[in-house]
């Protein structure tokens, strides 16, 4: 009996102690191992969730360039259109400038052929009939007395453009009755 005794309190032999120790040691480094796994692992699935999300992200970019190239095109195709448009107005503008400067320079030019028409054929009747004044205008008798450029007492009364303007209220009242006075006094109303 002190003979096992002794061998369960001799310690063990240095062999069985060796195997002891290795299989801990083995198991720590089993767990670490493992533990290193586990984080790798959920290393890798967090990197999987990253790369997903970038790609997401850069298609989204991709997209929004995308829609910015198309938008920057539709709006420089609405720019030239537009423009165009402001040149062909302009344009019009011009020639509508230039025709209204033709037509008031012909109007001006037959205003005063009239004037000369007129002028003429009083000077033609002031040297056939002697009951005209020195003005070349006939006598308060023959001339219309409800004639607005007339006195009380038949004397004829010119008014300048401006004093007509200001009764009349408008160029073109005005105009229209002076070329009406000037074909009236043609025609010998």
Request: hydrophobic share 30%.
């Amino acid at each position: 009996q002190d003979h096992n005794t002794n061998s369960s309190l001799a310690p063990p032999p240095l062999f069985e102690r060796l195997a002891t120790e290795e299989a801990a040691e083995l198991k720590t480094y089993s767990r670490i191992i493992e533990s290193q796994n586990r984080r790798l692992s959920d290393l890798e699935v967090s990197h999987e969730d990253l790369e997903q999300r970038l790609e997401r992200e850069t298609q989204k970019r991709i997209s929004l360039q995308q829609d910015l190239d198309r938008q920057n095109l539709v709006w420089q195709n609405k720019y030239e259109t537009l423009e165009k448009d402001r040149d062909v107005w302009k344009n019009m503008v011009n020639a509508e400038r230039a025709r209204n400067e033709r037509l008031l320079d012909q109007v001006m030019r037959k205003d005063r052929e009239i004037h000369r028409m007129i002028q003429r054929k009083y000077d033609a009747k002031g040297s056939q009939h002697p009951n005209l004044t020195n003005q070349g205008l006939p006598h308060s008798s023959n001339v219309n007395r409800n004639s607005p450029n007339q006195t009380s007492n038949g004397k004829v009364v010119h008014k300048s453009p401006h004093e007509l303007l200001a009764a009349k209220g408008s160029g073109d009242v005005v105009r229209e009755h002076n070329i009406t006075s000037s074909l009236q006094d043609f025609f010998g109303f």
